[in-house]
């Protein structure tokens, strides 16, 4: 089973983006979705996040811009990026946490350029 993230790509600041992340085959049991984002040089970083029943989870730089959601019966977990800032580029990659499994499922990221 992989992710596979797409929506990607270059915008000018205050741009919008609609990120997507969808598994390639069947994960039993998915119980939490996020997306993280990574910077040369620095280490991945929580975005957000959102459970099965739908409760969300943001980082404070991207509360009230970015909006998770989730489809449970595609497995597939989306993300609305609004009001987009130059320091919002890196690469997303998007999870998903299985009761079935010790580690999550990773997707293979997908870049996100925000130019002023």
């Known amino acids: 089973v992989q992710l596979q993230a797409s929506g990607g790509g270059s915008v000018q600041t205050g741009g919008s983006m609609k990120l997507s992340c969808a598994a390639t085959?069947?994960?039993?049991?998915?119980?939490?979705m996020g997306w993280y984002r990574q910077v040369p040089g620095s280490q991945r970083e929580l975005v957000a996040s959102?459970?099965?029943?739908?409760?969300?989870t943001y980082a404070d730089s991207v509360r009230d811009r970015f909006t998770i959601s989730r489809d449970n019966d595609k497995d597939m977990v989306f993300l609305q990026m609004n009001g987009l800032k130059p320091e919002d580029t890196g690469t997303y990659y998007c999870?998903?946490?299985?009761?079935?499994?010790?580690?999550?499922?990773w997707g293979q990221g997908t870049q996100v350029t925000v130019s002023s």
């Open positions: 999870n998903m946490h299985s009761d079935y499994s010790i580690h999550p499922y």
């Open positions: 959102i459970t099965y029943d739908g409760k969300t």
């Open positions: 085959g069947t994960i039993l049991s998915i119980n939490l």
